[in-house]
């Protein structure tokens, strides 16, 4: 079936610092979309990608769909302290384009 | 409500019991999901409910596992018999079907089986 692998698995950083995450797949997606959940809290949509290639910003954020649609990056500039959080990536199952595989999440902490 | 609305927040529940777990989705939304997202991993979905349609029930880890949509509304998840690997945050989701995957999750059920 389909998996979506994240790395880092986990992040520790300093305030202010740029952060870095992707998120592969071995199969082919056409939407990316990317999570993140806040500690007793559901998953919250931050940037939704439709086209390969494409480069979206939502704020401190940057999404981008690999053009090999295989894979999908998500930075984050100038990290503060509500940044901290899972970060997932998720795109349409296999099973159905209504229903969402998600990857395994990058946990990110900021060190005082 | 304005948000999609779980209950209860915390359950504990002994080895072999049943639970019921609520969903109260936004209102007008069509589209409601039940994801399950174990200690440390992903979201694995379980059921997805689109209007009057027949649901989506490919997740579902065993016979076990029910759930229902009531007036294309509430939705419960039913466990029976309850095991410990079931322990897990048990998150509803709902959505308009057009919105592009613009699900609204609620803030989950936190079941511990002991």
């Known amino acids: 079936g389909q998996q979506l692998n994240q790395s880092p698995q986990s992040m520790f950083i300093q305030e202010g610092e740029d952060v870095s995450m992707n998120c592969t797949s071995s199969s082919i997606f056409n939407t990316w979309l990317w999570y993140k959940q806040d500690p007793g809290e559901g998953p919250v949509l931050l940037i939704a990608l439709y086209k390969a290639g494409e480069l979206t910003s939502n704020g401190r954020l940057t999404a981008q769909f690999g053009i090999t649609r295989k894979d999908s990056f998500l930075n984050i500039s100038a990290s503060i302290p509500s940044d901290v959080g899972i970060y997932f990536c998720?795109?349409?199952?296999?099973?159905?384009?209504?229903?969402?595989?998600f990857g395994t999440g990058t946990r990110l902490t900021i060190i005082p | 409500g304005a948000g999609v609305s779980q209950s209860p927040s915390n359950k504990v529940t002994e080895k072999g019991k049943d639970v019921e777990l609520r969903c109260d989705p936004i209102s007008g939304h069509t589209a409601l999901y039940w994801y399950r997202q174990s200690l440390g991993q992903g979201l694995e979905f379980l059921i997805y409910?689109?209007?009057?349609?027949?649901?989506?029930k490919s997740g579902l880890p065993s016979d076990r596992f029910s759930a229902e949509r009531t007036g294309g509304s509430v939705s419960t998840l039913t466990i029976q018999r309850t095991q410990q690997e079931d322990s897990a945050v048990y998150l509803c989701?709902?959505?308009?079907?057009?919105?592009?995957?613009?699900?609204?999750f609620g803030s989950g059920t936190r079941l511990t089986v002991v």
């Open positions: 998720a795109g349409p199952s296999f099973l159905g384009n209504e229903k969402l595989t």
């Open positions: 409910f689109q209007g009057n349609s027949a649901p989506d």
């Open positions: 989701a709902s959505s308009i079907i057009t919105s592009n995957y613009g699900y609204t």
